[in-house]
């Protein structure tokens, strides 16, 4: 795709994300290891109905269909630059059948889209509770990183009414508000199933985690799967990343 095709405006570029899949991306709305991680993690099954909320430019979303395709997938995101974008990118890859993008506030759904209806939700959050830390200047900056507009109660509330019972909500944040997810989704009526340490490699402290949740699921049974290490000991991707990029920017890494 040429850099001057009418779906790429000025300050933003293509990304490849594999599989003939590409996602339009700028400074302002892109994707990092923990969005490839999430959506490796969340990936769900072809007959489902995946829905994911924060979508930003789209990767989670786009990357799910470059796996292995679900049912459908609907993309919520709340900042109209964003969901623009991720229109577009939808558009770009022809899966305009497939992905339906809702520019909207995950607090605002009832009516919007159907509820108790979804096999799988996820979301990579906000990692700073609102008013924590530094907060930055740009406005999709600061909705992204800190709670500005959803709290982690408003997360799991809303992945709730979303999901049927025995739904799936997968979610990443840092390991300092483990205790806090786990709370909100117990709040909520989620039960949390599985959860995965992701650290950058061995010896050093977990930079993240994944953690998925069933609604309605039965209390306790929580598996912690190995950790999942970034690098290998000589400081290259481990083959578990290489494995799970694919052919995720072959070349790069």
């Not at 700073?128 to 406005?139: E, L, R, T």
Request: with cysteine; hydrophobic share 35%; charged share 25%.
């Amino acid at each position: 795709m040429c850099a001057d095709t009418p779906f790429i405006h000025d300050g933003e570029h293509l990304e490849p994300l594999g599989g003939g899949i590409s996602v339009i991306v700028s400074k302002e709305n892109r994707f990092s290891t923990d969005t490839v991680l999430l959506a490796d993690f969340s990936q769900p099954k072809k007959h489902e109905r995946a829905i994911e909320f924060g979508a930003g430019c789209g990767a989670i979303s786009l990357i799910w269909c470059r796996n292995i395709s679900p049912r459908s997938v609907t993309s919520i995101e709340i900042q109209q630059e964003a969901a623009d974008m991720m229109t577009r990118s939808v558009k770009l890859n022809a899966l305009e059948e497939k992905v339906n993008v809702i520019n909207t506030d995950i607090k605002s759904l009832k009516g919007v889209i159907p509820f108790g209806k979804f096999d799988l939700c996820a979301m990579n959050p906000p990692y700073k509770i609102g008013g924590g830390g530094i907060v930055n200047s740009d406005d999709a900056k600061r909705i992204a990183r800190h709670e500005t507009k959803c709290t982690l109660d408003d997360i799991t509330k809303a992945a709730s009414q979303v999901l049927r019972f025995g739904g799936r909500f997968c979610i990443c944040q840092r390991p300092e508000r483990l205790a806090d997810v786990i709370m909100s989704m117990r709040g909520a009526g989620i039960e949390p199933k599985r959860l995965r340490l992701v650290q950058q490699r061995a010896g050093k402290a977990p930079k993240f985690f994944l953690l998925e949740g069933r609604r309605g699921g039965s209390s306790g049974g929580l598996v912690v799967m190995p950790t999942l290490f970034i690098e290998d000991e000589s400081g290259n991707f481990s083959q578990e990343m290489i494995d799970i990029y694919g052919d995720y920017k072959e070349g790069y890494i």
